[in-house]
């Protein structure tokens, strides 16, 4: 799995060096093989306003969030099967979006069905 981040952030230097190896390819800063504390590092940056989303990419899919401090959170899931794509109406707050990221990481299938999708 990736992790995408900004290329810019009030703190993203200090956010990558807790991160280890990420490559800027035009399109943000890519993160290979992302482990859970890496993902946990970035929500944390994302709360606190250093960055402006986070993005996990798997294969053809990704989700993704924008948001800060208590939220709400965008929330976007674009599945790989061409559906187009979805979003949780309304955001989320803090402690659903991390647990939706956490979930998708760990491929817990759960996260998708634990809150309300809309097409875009």
Known sequence: MQM???????LIAAVLGGLG???????????DQVGEAQ???ALAALSRGDIEYVILE?????LQAAGEGDGPYALQFNPAGGD????VPGGVDGAALRT?????HRGD????GALQWSAL
């Not at 798997?58 to 990704?62: L, V």
């Open 21 to 31: 190896h990420a490559v800027a390819d035009g399109e943000g800063i890519a993160v």
């Open 58 to 62: 798997a294969g053809d899919e990704f």
């Open 109 to 112: 299938p759960a996260w998708r």
């Open 84 to 87: 187009g794509l979805l979003e």
């Open 4 to 10: 995408r981040l900004p290329e810019s952030g009030s």
């Open 100 to 104: 939706a990221l956490l979930a998708y």
């Open 39 to 41: 993902l946990a590092e």
